[in-house]
């Protein structure tokens, strides 16, 4: 099942992700606490990049209007353990939908409707990591961002 796909059951896929984040956070021994939990399903609400200030609107929708900081830390904690990206160039988040085993994606950003897709490109990683470590530069996070159109969005027009 492809996220770019017209129809895919995003209820499933919603809770699918839920729950393997609380599985992630028992197996590393960290607490996927309500507000982390609630910040988790408000990013996850679409494939989309979305800001922090549309997730406090999001949440705001659904609930009381919670503190900035208090989201800033969760979506912290949700990237530390890996459950939610930083979008570098759009300074927005987007849920993890990839099993990661440890090792980075390469992302593909919609510049047109924001969809994130994740992808495995183990040898861009490998190459771009040993070209680092060749200068003498000891690599402790790499992202590849890759900004365009979706499928999606070519077919619309
Ligand atoms: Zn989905
Ligand atoms: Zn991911
Ligand atoms: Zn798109």
Same mark, same amino acid.
């Given at each position: 099942?492809? $996220?770019?796909?017209?129809?895919?059951?995003?209820?499933?896929?919603?809770?699918?992700?839920?729950?393997?984040?609380?599985?992630?956070?028992?197996?590393?021994? %960290? @607490?996927?606490?309500?507000? @982390?939990?609630?910040?988790?399903?408000?990013?996850?609400? =679409?494939?989309?990049?979305?800001?922090?200030?549309?997730? $406090?609107?999001?949440?705001? =929708? @659904?609930?009381?209007?919670?503190?900035? $900081?208090?989201?800033? &830390?969760?979506?912290?904690?949700?990237?530390?353990?890996?459950?939610?990206? @930083? $979008?570098?160039? &759009?300074?927005?988040?987007?849920?993890?939908?990839?099993?990661?085993?440890?090792?980075?994606?390469?992302?593909?950003?919609?510049?047109?409707?924001?969809?994130?897709?994740?992808?495995?490109?183990?040898?861009?990683?490998?190459?771009?990591?040993?070209?680092?470590?060749?200068?003498?530069?000891?690599?402790?996070?790499?992202?590849?961002?890759?900004?365009?159109?979706? %499928?999606?969005?070519?077919?619309?027009?």
């Amino acid at each position: 099942m492809s $996220i770019s796909e017209p129809v895919h059951d995003h209820a499933v896929c919603t809770a699918e992700l839920l729950s393997r984040a609380e599985r992630t956070c028992e197996r590393r021994g %960290a @607490r996927f606490t309500g507000q @982390r939990r609630d910040v988790l399903k408000c990013v996850a609400q =679409s494939h989309a990049a979305v800001g922090a200030y549309d997730i $406090i609107e999001r949440m705001a =929708s @659904r609930g009381p209007r919670p503190a900035p $900081i208090s989201v800033y &830390r969760a979506l912290d904690f949700l990237e530390a353990h890996g459950l939610v990206h @930083r $979008i570098e160039s &759009r300074n927005a988040f987007v849920a993890c939908t990839h099993p990661h085993d440890g090792k980075p994606a390469a992302l593909l950003v919609c510049a047109s409707c924001g969809l994130v897709e994740e992808f495995e490109a183990p040898a861009l990683f490998e190459s771009l990591e040993s070209a680092a470590e060749a200068r003498g530069f000891d690599v402790s996070r790499s992202v590849v961002e890759l900004t365009g159109r979706c %499928a999606r969005c070519q077919e619309s027009g």
